[in-house]
DNA sequence: TTGACAGGCAACCATATGGTTGCCTATTGT
DNA sequence: ACAATAGGCAACCATATGGTTGCCTGTCAA
């Protein structure tokens, strides 16, 4: 559950995408997150990988279909530890910001 | 100012960590960026140019230094615009997975 | 004014990354 | 039984990425 992988699982679009469409409609086979995709189907599944070691997704087995979940909670977690705390002064340091520029700019 | 750009920013923890240091002290030079840190001075450049190019940090000439500080903008609308998507539902989303995974189980 | 200091720029290098093709296994439905 | 379907695994390839070294430019201070 280390954050490094999940902001490097983040980082990619088609992986984002990935968690968007399983957003929209949850518990999708590998094949169907494959559709309307021009990407091989290994492709996909490498990233599929990639975001289930970083607990972005969770999978269950049923017959020979591979479901895939969204996970939620590391997301929560990047916004509550690290986003959260850039948001905190967020415009206490914008103001700070300008200020300093304009200070600064003479 | 895409989204694209700010995931790809912080995906590296080297930059995380230069953000987290920026926070912690804003309008450091590159050469105070670049203390207790065993890089060169030209990796750390690099890293620094590609979060003023993701909007994540802002600099300003001063004489021969180059003050850097941060803006915490598009980590606010990463926070708002993406995360907050997955957050909404994560409790309901949570429970739901739970149920399926309990009756998918069986 | 000139040496030291802060930083920029470019070439280069090793590895990581995102993709492919090819083939194998397991489950399903007729 | 067996063809079709769903997916796994491994080798391979091109480019992106993170780092280095070497050298150049601009500013400050003695």
């Known amino acids: 559950m280390s954050m490094d992988a999940v902001?490097?699982?983040?980082?990619?679009?088609?992986?984002?995408?990935?968690?968007?469409?399983?957003?929209?409609?949850?518990?999708?086979?590998l094949n169907e997150l494959c559709e309307r995709d021009d990407m091989t189907r290994q492709a996909v599944t490498k990233h599929l990988n990639i975001l289930e070691a970083a607990n972005l997704i969770v999978t269950q087995k049923r017959g020979r279909e591979k479901l895939h979940y969204l996970n939620p909670v590391p997301i929560n977690g990047i916004a509550e530890r690290w986003i959260g705390k850039f948001e905190q002064g967020r415009l206490r340091a914008l103001s700070e910001l300008k200020k300093t520029l304009e200070r600064e700019g003479q």
Chains 1, 2 share one sequence.
């Open 7 to 29: 902001f490097k699982a983040l980082a990619d679009p088609t992986r984002r995408r990935l968690l968007d469409r399983l957003h929209a409609r949850n518990a999708q086979t």
